[in-house]
């Protein structure tokens, strides 16, 4: 008879690369637990100074799914705590999925933290704001079709003719693809950023044009690792060539916490 107490596993996000860039929750469920299986090819040892003395600390680089799956729920069942760590957050492109579901067979109980992605960690860094009012107010998460397919009608040229904000993961290998068809719907012109490593201690944020992101991505070594930012908000926030104000701070508009002020004729 298992008289263990179980705990649920926990997903949770590492966040970009920045220790101090965990949630508070994550944070706590790292101080807890007895066993972080990280994903070690992306989640910096750093993050781990949230573990306390006895947690054991495994890098998930070198293993499949049944590896990871096998070592969770065998540690679980023994009634310790789990965090299986996740760089950004784990809910974009963090591969959860298919360990819920093998969890889900064994009737594993687990629980997702979320976590600050490289996307928000490069817009901070670049001061920049992706929905500007009258400029853009969309923002598409995306990557371009490797040895990962994307759906047809997810192709990276189809959502580039938006010409949104458009943050471009898992694709700094591909750079040559990318610029063509950021230069088709942008403009060959047009101002891009290749945010590397964001928020790490060798972080880069190198803007350029769409034509030109092969070019300085090989100038810089850069061939992984990095987010590729493209659209309208890029220019204007680098530049500040745009006078932006939104409705929201406008005293003469009125919403359902403060009266508008008339305009003087």
């Known amino acids: 008879m298992n008289t263990h107490t179980t705990y649920p596993i926990i997903f949770a996000g590492a966040g970009p690369g920045d220790p101090d860039l965990i949630t508070v929750k994550a944070a706590q469920a790292l101080e807890q637990a007895d066993l972080v299986l990280y994903t070690g090819s992306l989640v910096?040892?750093?993050?781990?100074?949230?573990?306390?003395?006895?947690?054991?600390?495994?890098?998930?680089?070198?293993?499949?799914?049944?590896?990871?799956?096998?070592?969770?729920?065998?540690?679980?069942?023994?009634?310790?705590?789990?965090?299986?760590?996740?760089?950004?957050?784990?809910?974009?492109?963090?591969?959860?999925?298919?360990?819920?579901?093998?969890?889900?067979?064994y009737s594993?109980?687990?629980?997702?933290?979320?976590?600050?992605?490289?996307?928000?960690?490069?817009?901070?860094?670049?001061?920049?704001?992706?929905?500007?009012?009258?400029?853009?107010?969309?923002?598409?998460?995306?990557?371009?079709?490797?040895?990962?397919?994307?759906p047809e009608i997810e192709d990276l040229k189809h959502l580039a003719e938006h010409r949104s904000s458009l943050a471009i993961y898992l694709s700094a290998a591909h750079l040559e693809r990318v610029s063509k068809i950021l230069c088709e719907s942008y403009g060959p012109d047009a101002l891009c950023a290749i945010a590397y490593k964001v928020s790490h201690p060798d972080e880069k944020i190198i803007f350029s044009s769409a034509k030109d992101l092969p070019e300085k991505a090989?100038?810089?070594?850069?061939?992984?690792?990095?987010l590729i930012i493209a659209g309208k908000a890029v220019e204007t926030s680098l530049t500040r060539s745009e006078q932006v104000a939104s409705k929201l701070y406008d005293r003469t508009f009125s919403h359902g916490y403060r009266p508008g002020v008339a305009k003087k004729s």
Not at 66 to 89: C, F, N, P, Y
Not at 218 to 226: F, G, V
């Open 108 to 150: 594993i109980p687990y629980q997702v933290i979320p976590g600050v992605t490289a996307a928000f960690a490069s817009a901070a860094a670049m001061k920049m704001e992706y929905t500007l009012p009258e400029i853009t107010q969309t923002l598409i998460l995306t990557r371009i079709s490797g040895r990962t397919p994307v």
């Open 218 to 226: 090989k100038a810089n070594r850069i061939d992984r690792h990095a």
């Open 44 to 105: 910096p040892e750093s993050i781990l100074k949230w573990t306390t003395d006895g947690c054991q600390n495994v890098s998930s680089a070198g293993m499949d799914l049944e590896k990871i799956t096998d070592l969770l729920i065998s540690v679980q069942k023994a009634g310790r705590h789990v965090v299986r760590l996740h760089t950004g957050d784990p809910s974009l492109y963090g591969a959860i999925f298919e360990q819920m579901q093998v969890l889900d067979e």
